[in-house]
Structures are given as C-alpha cells and as structure tokens.
C-alpha cells in the first residue's frame, strides 16, 4: 500500500481529489491531506510515495515543497496540479527532474486524475524490476556469505538438527567447500592466555584468532577442507573434510595425521603469538546430524581441562577417565528435560518452574552432571527463542549467558534465579511484541471502536499493534472476511445511521462523529451504503 499526500489551498477542490482519490484507490493507497504546504511539510516523517500537490500556493510553492519532500523521499511521485494554461513552467520542471510525472489541470475530467494516479502507481511498482532484484540479491548474497555460513554452522554446533537434507541444501546454498553426504572431523581448541592476559581491544582478540586460524590453515589447507568459527571469545572450533587428493583412505590414519600436527601448530602459536593452546577431538569422524551432541561433549571436555597448559586430548580418553557422560544422568533427568520442554513451549508457568526446580537441584550436586545438564536445557532454550524469533542481538545475549560453563560451583538459588531471569526476558518480549493473531485483531477492533472519529487510516492503525499496514492488512482480511478500509467504513456507517434514527443532530455533526472531514463525501458514502442519502433517510425512517 502506497502513501499519497493530496496538497491543495482550495478546500473544495481537495475535498473533491480526495473522494475521487479514496474511491477509487481505497485499497492501493493511504491518503493523506493537506491544506498549506506548511501542513504538508510537518507529515515528512511519514513515507510518502506520491506527491499530488498545487501549484500556486503562499509562502512555500509546488515546486518548492517537491523539491524539499523529494530531498527527503527520493522515490517519490510528483503530479502537479493547475488551473492556468500556461504550462511552460510545469513542463520544463518534468524534463528537468526524473520525480516529475505528471501535471493536471483543475478543470480536467476525473478520468485524468485517475490516468495520472494509475501511472505513479504503476512507477512505483516498476521501481523493482526482477532482473535488477535478482542481480541485487546475488550481489549481496556474496557480501552476506561469510555472515551466513558462521551463523549456519553455529546453528549446527548449539541445537539438535536431525534435517540432513536441509544442511546438505545450506552447504550449498553458500557456497561452502563441505560436503553434506560426508561425515567430518570437529576440532575445538581453548586459548588459555586469553584468561590470564586478555586485550581489552576487540580489534586485538579478532587479529589473534585470525593468526591462529592462519598457522592451522598453513598446516592442515593443502589436505583438508576446513571452515573455522570463533564461538567464544577463548575457543576456535574448526570443522575439517579430507581433500580427494589426502593420501590415506582409512579414518584412523586421517586422524592420527591431524593429530601429528597439532604439537608443532601449539609451539608455533607459543613461539609466534605467545598464546598457549588447548586441542582436543574425536578418534572419530562426525555425522552432520549428530554435530550439535559432540561438541557440547568437546567443549565440556575443554572447560573441565582449561587448568592444563598446552594439552592435546581425546574426548574418548578423557569422557571415559572423568566425565561419565552416559552415567551421570540421573535416571529422571531425561523426564525432567521433556516436562520442562513442553512447559515452556506451552507457556505452563507453574510446570515450568516446578521442572525448573528439580532439574536445578540435580545440576548443583557435580561439576560433571551441571555441564551436561547446562547444555541440555541451552538447547531447549535456544530452540525456543527461534521459534518466537527473538532480536539477534537479544538471542546471542541470552545465548552467551546459557552456554557459559566457567562459573561453577553454582549455589541452587543463583542457578535458579538465573534461568528464572531469562524466562521472565521471555514473557516481556512476547508481551511486547503481541503474537497471538487473535490478540492483534481483538486489539485493533478496540482500537477503531475507541477511535471511530479519528484517524483510522491502515498506517496509524498498524502502528499501534507493531505490523507494517500490509502485513495487518491480510491478517485483517484472513480473519474479519472484510478487509480493513470496508470494515472501518461499514462500522462508520452504522454509528451514522444510529445517529440519523436516534438523534436530532445535524448531518455535518454526525459526519464529523464519524471521521468524515468532508460533509459531501460523507453523505455520498451514505448513500452508497444505505441508497438514500443522511436526510432522506431520516425523513423515511423517522416518523
């Protein structure tokens, strides 16, 4: 839906514009209008995409409010409007100002307003042609491909994604020298000098990590794929396929190479950057699906040895020694972690927290059994914030705060305030944002009752429930059967209509009750409803 400001100093004139404008265009176009170019100027904040505006006006001219309201909105449509014959002037302003496309005289015929009007739309909807759209998405698709592999991947390594056809699809969707069918080779390392001597300066973290990316690509690069992702400030993940010129078939020996590599990769990133490195891995290859549990396993693993300087660890080695991942389950925890599931997705307050407070109680009693319990519920709340589509800055806040496995021991009270704190985060977006489909229509139907005399158009509307006007506009639609410019008229109507039976106020006080600034329009729209115009009816119906 377009924005259209109607300028005109003649009242009856942009009285007349506006009802030819609105009966016509009600579905394609919001109208605003406006008596002085002063008027006009103050609804700049507003998108406008088409000018139709006055010539001759005191104090600031057609010209000169296009020139200032195109300054602001530079895809705006311009049509003028005269009533001199002298048209030089109006002509030579279209050839010299792309903006320009039309002129009207005030004595032409409706059919050309409409003409006009009819061309400045369908401007508008060439502006985006789908050649050039195409080009456009291509050409900023490269520029966003790094942004949306990293996010990819981290989506991948934080929660269970079970859909192999669809990360085959994403690999090659950007672009990525992995292969989808095949499984890999996950690698985590912790650098321990970013604890004790950490630089303040972002640009001085980002230059280390990128250095050390570089000394494992010098060594890994010539036989192996690798993407890498930062996903904490002290731990690189890298995940890495075999090249089909990589000598050695067999999955022991790629992994006893990588392996081989990694003491002279730390010694260098000792030597060079003077940053100590912990590595540990798999003893065997990834499938895609199953990325998200082994690394919430390797970083686990990282965390519990981050005391050991330079270590080079097997998860198999040192899962089996100390962290006991398949026993430290208590036997309900499983039951637990569903019921708490459910309860946040059902919004079940009470259950939420009654789960919240047995899963808690389990996490405090070991160090091994909170790591995997921390993970577990960072899982479920991460996949909750993306069904309700939090704000990526919001998400990766509450993100960094659920996967921060540093601070342990944890007292029961603390650990439960906090999960506490980022539900109740939850349900004030939620509230804010206002979901429920039915919410949304109940609110704006109250809103027109509250509102009949004001300013119901779909824009102000819209504004009030935080949906653009086209979105509420088939949510309106798709619920009510009526679209939303009909339904405010019909419910004008029958209040006007109540008001010509039931009181003896005058037909122009009646059409301003309504919302009706023009009492002409207002009675056309009358009789367009109703086949008899305000007083007609009154005269039939009121004995």
Wanted: charge should be negative; charged fraction near 25%.
């Amino acid at each position: 839906m377009y924005n259209l400001l109607l300028v005109d100093d003649e009242l009856p004139i942009l009285d007349s514009y506006y009802e030819i404008l609105d009966d016509h265009f009600k579905n394609s176009l919001n109208i605003i209008k406006c008596s002085s170019s002063e008027e006009a100027l103050k609804k700049t904040n507003n998108r406008i995409d088409i000018l139709v505006t006055d010539i001759f006006m005191p104090i600031v001219d057609g010209y000169e409010l296009q020139e200032k309201i195109c300054t602001i909105w530079p895809k705006c449509r311009v049509i003028f409007l005269t009533g001199n014959t002298n048209i030089s002037n109006v002509q030579k302003a279209i050839r010299f100002s792309s903006n320009i496309l039309d002129y009207i005289l005030k004595f032409d015929d409706d059919s050309v307003l409409i003409n006009a009007m009819e061309k400045a739309i369908s401007s508008l909807d060439n502006e985006i042609r789908v050649n050039d759209l195409m080009h456009d998405v291509q050409k900023n698709l490269q520029l966003a491909l790094p942004v949306l592999r990293r996010e990819f991947i981290y989506n991948l390594l934080t929660e269970p994604t079970p859909d192999k056809e669809l990360i085959v699809e994403k690999i090659e969707q950007y672009q990525m020298d992995l292969d989808g069918n095949q499984p890999l080779l996950l690698l985590c390392s912790r650098l321990n000098s970013l604890d004790k001597n950490s630089p303040n300066n972002k640009t001085q973290i980002d230059t280390l990590h990128f250095a050390i990316d570089g000394i494992v690509n010098k060594y890994l690069l010539h036989h192996f794929n690798i993407f890498s992702l930062v996903y904490d400030k002290n731990k690189i993940v890298w995940l890495m396929q075999p090249k089909k010129s990589f000598p050695y078939k067999d999955n022991g020996e790629l992994i006893y190479y990588v392996y081989s590599l990694l003491d002279i990769i730390q010694d260098n990133c000792t030597r060079v950057l003077k940053s100590a490195l912990n590595f540990v891995m798999s003893r065997n290859l990834c499938q895609w699906t199953n990325i998200n549990n082994l690394f919430i396993r390797l970083t686990a693993v990282l965390e519990q040895n981050k005391i050991i300087e330079d270590a080079i660890l097997f998860l198999e080695d040192i899962a089996s020694e100390t962290l006991n991942f398949d026993e430290s389950m208590p036997d309900d925890s499983d039951l637990i972690l569903n019921n708490l599931n459910e309860a946040l997705s059902e919004g079940d307050n009470s259950n939420l927290k009654e789960n919240l407070n047995k899963i808690v109680r389990i996490m405090v009693k070991d160090r091994e059994t909170f790591i995997i319990l921390r993970f577990e519920i960072s899982s479920i709340f991460i996949k909750y914030m993306k069904q309700i589509g939090l704000h990526k800055i919001t998400y990766n806040d509450i993100c960094s705060k659920l996967l921060d496995v540093k601070e342990y021991p944890l007292e029961y009270k603390r650990l439960y305030d906090e999960y506490i704190n980022i539900i109740n985060s939850f349900t004030h977006l939620l509230s804010k944002n206002t979901h429920s489909t039915k919410g949304v229509i109940d609110e704006v139907l109250k809103y027109i009752e509250d509102n009949i005399a004001g300013d119901l158009s779909l824009v102000t509307v819209s504004s009030t429930v935080f949906h653009s006007p086209t979105y509420l506009s088939k949510l309106f639609k798709k619920n009510m059967g009526v679209g939303f410019c009909k339904y405010v008229v019909n419910q004008r109507m029958k209040l006007a209509c109540n008001m010509v039976l039931n009181s003896d106020k005058k037909i122009n006080e009646i059409a301003s009750i309504v919302g009706f600034d023009s009492v002409s329009y207002f009675i056309k729209t009358f009789k367009k409803t109703y086949n008899l115009s305000p007083q007609e009816y009154r005269n039939k119906y009121v004995s």
